[in-house]
Nanobody, 129 residues
Framework: QVQLVESGGGLVQPGGSLRLSCEAS????????IGWFRQAPGKEREAVSL?????????????YYADPVKGRFTISRDNAKNTVDLQMNSLQAEDTAIYSC?????????????????WGQGTQVTVSS
């Protein structure tokens, strides 16, 4: 079955860290760009971080971070596990949202949101004291 499954969400205090994981089944994750997106209550979904297909698989391996998370979040691939992880440090209340990963064309820089064709179910991240 072709699917994406997120894990690693939870409740954390401000300043804390979480590591989200996006695991693929039924296909090779590194043939696609992968994006982490989030949606907070009453707000539109926004892209948090994106990573292109690795150079070894014909991509450029570049990453993107939204301004609010630059310097705090890190996206990475673990091709042995067929996952893309999002390390989130120095979490703030404003980071509270449902985080979802999605699959897109190999180069995120050439893809529109509508080209992300496979989405996980999402994982809740709550930052609160």
């Amino acid at each position: 079955q072709v699917q994406l499954v997120e894990s690693g969400g939870g409740l954390v205090q401000p300043g804390g860290s979480l590591r989200l994981s996006c695991e693929a089944s039924g296909f090779t994750l590194d043939y696609y760009s992968i994006g982490w997106f989030r949606q907070a209550p009453g707000k539109e979904r926004e892209a948090v971080s994106l990573i292109s297909t690795s150079r070894s698989n014909g991509g450029d391996g570049t990453t993107y971070y939204a301004d609010p998370v630059k310097g705090r979040f890190t996206i990475s691939r673990d091709n042995a596990k067929n996952t893309v992880d999002l390390q989130m440090n120095s979490l703030q209340a404003e980071d509270t949202a449902i985080y979802s990963c999605a699959r897109g064309p190999p180069l995120w820089s050439e893809a529109g949101l509508e080209e992300y064709d496979l989405w996980g179910q999402g994982t809740q991240v709550t930052v609160s004291s």
